[in-house]
């Protein structure tokens, strides 16, 4: 049995990995950690972004571990191409582009429901 928040950080430690991920990706590109949807910026923390997805897929019908192998699949942790770093200290390996796609989705069900007034923003 979970106790507290049964979508916390502490109980899904990879949905924060990808979360700070995803942050940092859209800080590289909008300067501020940022989505974009076709209804205006939403913004973004990586633990609440965390609990979110995770809330969000565990209502989808995800159990809790199918949620974090789901989470572990969108890290890029192995790849075969990538070039070679001389040195690195606690870097990730960043998403891949299922994986964004997959959070941006969420994303943009999030903005739809929050316009369309069925959810109130946070």
Do not use: W
């Amino acid at each position: 049995m979970i106790e507290g928040n049964p979508y916390s950080q502490k109980q899904f430690p990879i949905a924060t990995q990808v979360a700070e991920e995803y942050c940092i990706r859209q800080v590289s590109i909008h300067r501020q950690p940022i989505y974009r949807s076709k209804y205006g910026d939403i913004g973004l923390k990586s633990g609440p972004l965390a609990s979110f997805l995770v809330s969000y897929f565990i209502e989808g019908g995800m159990s809790p571990l199918e949620v974090e192998i789901f989470f572990y699949q969108m890290l890029d942790v192995c790849n075969l191409t990538r070039v070679n770093y001389f040195a690195s200290v606690g870097r990730y390996e960043g998403l891949k582009a299922d994986g964004i796609t997959e959070i941006e989705d969420v994303l943009d069900y999030f903005a739809t429901c929050v316009f369309s007034g069925h959810m109130r923003p946070h």
